[in-house]
T-cell receptor, first 110, second 114 residues
Framework: SQLAEENSWALSVHEGESVTVNCSYKTSITALQWYRQKSGKGPAQLIL?????REKRNGRLRATLDTSSQSSSLSITATRCEDTAVYFC??????????FGSGTQLTVMP | EAGVTQSPRYAVLQEGQAVSFWCDPI?????LYWYQQPRDQGPQLLVY????????NSQLPSDRFSAVRPKGTNSTLKIQSAKQGDTATYLCASSRTGGGSDYTFGSGTRLLVI
């Protein structure tokens, strides 16, 4: 089974709504990163949250990390059509070799 | 600042043919990674370099895959005798040692083996 895994295969919301993507992992980590991948592009880093941090924000994005339950979440507020993408969590155990989940397809409808 | 540049963008091969992918990382990034991303899956690390040295190539699928970074800048990933199972997008990423917040991916090369 995956060492990092998003909990939903796909989500859809309407523009302006908020949405949360969840991730669980099975290894000890030094950091967790959230990525967005649009069609035909490589993943783009959204937030890096280190193991000693509980929350990190980047504009409309907020990531949380709970190392005791080995889970993380990425929340997006005031969603826009351009937020439509696949969202990945990726764990790092100290060597910057990232282990990615399978991704959650987020569709934001007008 | 220029991003990570990869070429070609697409490649279509018949089984048994060879192919090479090229990556130009961000200037100043000493660490370079190659990932394989099958359709509808997350990227999976194949190999990574620090400068010209291979740090870990244990995830290269077989001896049909090889990667080099001779001068510690650009890198080439080669597949000898491609198989249909190699069909995927091949992504290159770079970062600075000890970084993480500057981890940057290229747009990838989409490989189809028929």
């Amino acid at each position: 089974s995956q060492l990092a895994e998003e909990n939903s295969w796909a989500l859809s919301v309407h523009e302006g709504e908020s949405v949360t993507v969840n991730c669980s992992y099975k290894t000890s980590i030094t950091a967790l990163q959230w990525y967005r991948q649009k069609s035909g592009k490589g993943p783009a880093q959204l937030i890096l949250i280190r193991s000693n941090e509980r929350e990190k924000r980047n504009g409309r994005l907020r990531a949380t990390l709970d190392t005791s339950s080995q889970s993380s979440s990425l929340s997006i507020t005031a969603t826009r059509c351009e937020d439509t993408a696949v969202y990945f969590c990726a764990t790092d155990s100290g060597s910057w070799q990232l282990i990615f989940g399978s991704g959650t397809q987020l569709t934001v409808m007008p | 600042e220029a991003g990570v540049t990869q070429s070609p963008r697409y490649a279509v091969l018949q089984e048994g043919q060879a192919v090479s992918f090229w990556c130009d990382p961000i200037s100043g990034h000493d660490t370079l990674y190659w990932y394989q991303q099958p359709r509808d899956q997350g990227p999976q690390l194949l190999v990574y370099f620090r400068d010209e040295a291979v740090i870990d190539n244990s995830q290269l699928p077989s001896d049909r895959f090889s990667a080099v970074r001779p001068k510690g800048t650009n890198s080439t990933l080669k597949i000898q005798s491609a198989k249909q199972g190699d069909t995927a997008t091949y992504l290159c990423a770079s970062s600075r040692t000890g970084g993480g917040s500057d981890y940057t991916f290229g747009s990838g090369t989409r490989l189809l083996v028929i």
